[in-house]
């Protein structure tokens, strides 16, 4: 669920790549066939279903069909892993339903895809692990019994880093023994960012509407911001974790990917709810609105206060130049930019991964366990790699596994310190400190640089990151498309204090509605053969 952060000591973006069969020709793009239903949005969709002109159904088709030529065939993203069988029939049951006047809300009838760690009867839930292939969950998670109560289609599962970039501390993002290389489609040979790489690519590329990731340390906004999309990280409690193979219970949780703010609102309200299976989302402090589509209104900047955090324009020049141009559309808008900092920054980084190292040992083998898995250990787990390393191990290994495993229990002292030291850091030292000291709404970075090259070799070379201390902290962050880098999306985030998640979209709202930055994908096989992007 995260998506790598942790600079070996602290970066361990974990995530690999199978390079395509043949080399593509590089001196024009891959165009897909035009689609009918390109850039559609769920406001756009469900009128048009609700005047007959389209129904559930053949939105389910187009996008099987859109997966067949673009995912499958095309440019071959590899951004989806498994199809659901019965999405047809699940789309045909809610047309029933809508020509009975009983629609469920404003999901009704559209197709969700969901990462490939959160159970989905009949599906798998493999994590992207050739160990896991044929492990299928007797029972949805809560968040996807959540959607299909709301009238959603599951569509089917995309592609992840593998186990969700926690296995090697030297992956590449994007990359699972399962589905192989998820593949950038701005230019196929740049990299997705992860884990949700097939997520943030599906929903980039029209194989469907929104999608569903999951993070622990970036990895809902990375591939979302890297992919020209928008995507939503909540605060850790909202959305509830049952069903989703984890990596911390302190860290992780899942959140919506979508082509606009609009969507990913309509989606965490659906996602969101209490749940006792998951103690966080039954917090007291569990006060938050679900009605985030009252948000979306122009002009929530006008009058905010908007700490922009400098040092994180270092990541790319690129960045920085874009970031200063979105500094200057808020401040248009009537809002007051000012320079700021979190006091603590990076301070947490060590014991953000002894936290993770500890939790994901005790909550792997709790999942497995619990849903009879064939295999229920992390020991069985690296038995498994080392057995069949032509396939699993063929580019990066498990020293990340092999370092949970040598872990205690959650008793021990080093654990709750860590844990403890962490979240204070990048919580009330960190994000709220920052925004007490000059009263703001929320801080701003870039969300990361743009794509860099798929690397088998060397794994990713990741640019740095602006968002860890919302993920540490637990705290919700939202990235928004906000200009390129030679074509390649570049994304800006917000981030606030626990359960601001209201706010942040509505700020994300005024902001994405003056800019309108997202341009579709033009599936270049190389960068250098595309055209400038105008």
């Known amino acids: ?104 809300g404003p999901l009704h009838g559209i197709p969700v895809l ?63 023994g399962r589905g192989g290389q998820t593949r950038n489609p701005y230019a196929l040979d740049r990299n997705p960012c992860g884990s949700s790489s097939g997520s943030a690519v599906a929903v980039s590329a029209n194989l469907v509407a929104v999608s569903v990731g999951t993070e622990t340390d970036g990895s809902i906004v990375c591939p979302a911001a890297i992919n020209g999309v928008v995507g939503l990280k909540p605060t850790v409690g909202l959305v ?13 949780t899942a959140g919506p990917i979508a082509r606009n703010v609009s969507d990913a609102a309509l989606l965490l ?56 141009i979105a500094i200057q ?75 949970a495993n040598a872990k205690g229990g959650l008793g021990e002292a080093a654990y709750i310190t860590a844990r403890s030291r962490a979240r204070r850091l990048a919580g009330p030292e960190g994000i709220d400190a920052a925004l007490k000291a000059q009263q703001l709404d929320a801080l701003i970075a870039p969300t990361t640089g743009p794509a860099w090259l798929t690397d088998h070799k060397t794994g990713d070379h990741f640019p740095g990151a602006g968002y860890s201390a919302a993920a540490v902290a637990g705290y919700p962050s939202l990235t928004v498309p906000m200009g390129h880098s030679d074509g390649l999306p570049l994304g800006l985030v917000f981030m606030g204090t626990a359960w601001s998640e209201a706010r942040l979209i509505a700020l994300g709202y005024d902001y994405e509605q003056r800019t309108r930055a997202r341009k579709p994908p033009e599936y270049w096989p190389t960068l250098s053969a595309r055209m400038p992007l105008r």
């Open 269 to 324: 309200a659906a996602l969101a709810g209490r749940d006792t299976a998951d103690a966080a989302t039954t917090q007291a402090a569990w006060n938050t609105t679900l009605d985030f589509s009252a948000r979306l209104k122009p002009g929530a900047l006008k009058g905010a206060r908007i700490g922009v955090l400098r040092s994180k324009a270092a990541i790319h020049p690129d960045a920085a130049a874009a970031l200063d």
């Open 329 to 403: 559309v808020m401040r248009e808008a009537g809002a007051t930019v000012v320079d700021a900092e979190i006091p603590t920054d990076g301070q947490w980084n060590a014991d953000e991964l002894e936290l993770l190292l500890y939790e994901f040992k005790h909550g792997v083998e709790r999942y497995l366990t619990e849903r009879q898995a064939p295999l229920t250990t992390l020991t069985q787990l690296i038995g498994y790699n080392e057995r069949y390393r032509v396939s699993e191990m063929q580019y990066f290994g498990q020293e990340l596994f092999e370092q």
């Open 114 to 176: 969901l990462k490939d760690n959160i159970d989905a009867v009949p599906m798998a839930t493999s994590a992207g692990s050739l160990a896991l292939k044929d492990f299928r969950p007797a029972r949805d998670a809560f968040l996807v019994r959540r959607l299909r109560e709301a009238g959603a289609v599951i569509l089917g599962k995309a592609n992840l880093s593998e186990w969700a970039n926690f296995r090697s501390s030297h992956s590449t993002s994007g990359w699972s």
């Open 240 to 252: 509830s974790r049952q069903g989703i193979l984890p990596i911390s219970h302190s860290q992780d």
């Open 1 to 104: 669920m995260r998506r790598f952060l942790l600079p070996l000591g602290l970066m361990v973006l974990a995530l690999a790549a199978c390079q395509p069969a043949t080399t593509p020709d590089a001196t024009a793009p891959a165009a897909p066939t035009d689609f009918l239903y390109a850039e559609l949005d769920i406001a756009d969709l469900q009128s048009r279903m609700q005047s007959g002109e389209l129904d559930s159904r053949r939105l389910t088709q187009a996008y099987l069909d859109r997966i067949a030529a673009v995912d499958k065939a095309g440019p071959q993203l590899n951004a989806v892993i498994e199809l659901n069988p019965d999405a047809l029939k699940e789309a045909a049951l809610r047309d029933v339903e809508r020509r009975a006047n009983a629609v469920r």
